[in-house]
């Protein structure tokens, strides 16, 4: 540090400053450290920085096990990315915890209380952390849902507009001429999966059609099963005497799966049946055809929850909005277009 200080032309205690509170300095000096930083390579000892001021630096991100791959999408990393960028830039490091057995729960629940870590952002899953009768929210740090709502219970939450982005999604296939629907739905109780299948049912009341015209497929597999629903709900449709016009996934997985495995049958994509997705997983782009899906905002799902953390760690007292919703715009690309055939007439 005081080689960094030297190059810089500044007190020692300035680029600590500079390097840990980069608020308490001025722009230019802060700039003038992180350029002579890097130019000598300097990385800060987080640990040390920790035992100095007596607060530990690590913020903690709780993943939905029991795996942090979730298929193609791969929105959980994308999110933690765009959150670890955040934090990083103002001095805080992400430390994972995939909850996938009891002895994760209390390991998260032992940082926490121990002062391990100075706030905890949870990833999905329908309930926090807990182990015998302690709750995460029991421990005195900042908690953050993120893809969750649990506003009313107090925790800042960011989410997206699964229901209205599938509503509006759904209108758009209405008004395309489809009047018959198979929905390949994620798994049961999922919080997503009631959010994006009640989007789909205000579309069809906002429409004028009834819910038969929507027939539901799946609900028994994870969201990290997503292809294997795609692959069985495609199954499913090419054993229907009377096929929909429509195909709506509640996960990008699926639908790839889908697509792929009807095609392989002859049925066109978009001519037979047209296929929507939801998630934006990067990989749609180049499926054939490229996939119409709803698209979750992930860098800005990472550095809001971020935002939020940091706020609640400078000012304990703080009121961040208790509910932050982002859009997830729908990307119109090929496997989506008018119906072919009479709605109902087998393909």
């Known amino acids: ?55 530990s630096t690590n913020i903690m991100a709780t993943l939905p096990g029991p795996s942090t791959i979730f298929g193609v999408a791969q929105i959980i990393p994308a999110v933690v990315q765009s959150l670890s960028a955040t934090l990083s830039e103002h001095g805080f490091d992400l430390l994972f915890c995939n909850r996938n057995s009891p002895a994760a729960e209390r390991h998260i629940l032992g940082q926490a209380f121990g002062g391990s870590v100075r706030g905890v952002v949870v990833f999905g ?18 908690v953050v849902s993120l893809l969750i709502d649990r506003s009313t ?7 997206t507009n699964d229901r209205g982005a599938m509503r509006d999604a759904m209108l758009h296939l209405i008004a395309l001429g489809h009047r018959t629907f198979l929905y390949v739905a994620g798994p049961a109780g999922s919080y997503h999966e009631a959010e994006r299948f009640s989007g789909l049912l205000d579309a069809l009341a906002t429409a004028g059609l009834p819910e038969r015209a929507v027939t539901r497929h799946g609900g028994r597999l994870g969201f990290h099963d997503g292809l294997r629903a795609g692959v069985e709900a495609a199954q499913s449709y090419l054993a229907m005497k009377r096929r929909p016009t429509a195909i709506v996934c509640c996960a990008d997985d699926g639908a790839i799966s889908f697509i792929g495995t009807v095609r392989s049958h002859g049925v066109a994509v978009p001519g037979d049946v047209s296929v929507l997705g939801f998630d934006g997983a990067a990989v749609g782009a180049f499926c054939d055809p490229p996939l119409t899906t709803l698209a979750q905002p992930t860098r800005d799902l990472g550095s809001r929850a971020a935002e939020v953390m940091l706020q609640l760690l400078e000012d304990a007292a703080a009121a961040p909005p208790l509910k932050t919703t982002l859009s997830s715009p729908l990307l119109l690309r090929a496997s989506t277009g008018a119906p072919r055939s009479a709605p109902g007439k087998p393909a």
Do not use: C, F, W
């Open 1 to 55: 540090m005081s080689d960094v200080a030297r190059l810089a032309g500044v007190a020692t205690s300035t680029v600590s400053r500079a390097l840990t509170v980069p608020g308490r300095v001025n722009e230019e000096t802060r700039r003038r450290v992180a350029a002579a930083a890097e130019q000598l390579g300097y990385i800060p000892n987080a640990a040390a920085r920790s035992l100095r001021a007596g607060k």
């Open 125 to 142: 899953a329908a309930a926090l952390p807990s182990y015998g009768r302690r709750s995460l929210t029991d421990a005195d740090v900042p």
């Open 153 to 159: 219970a107090g925790i800042p939450s960011i989410i």
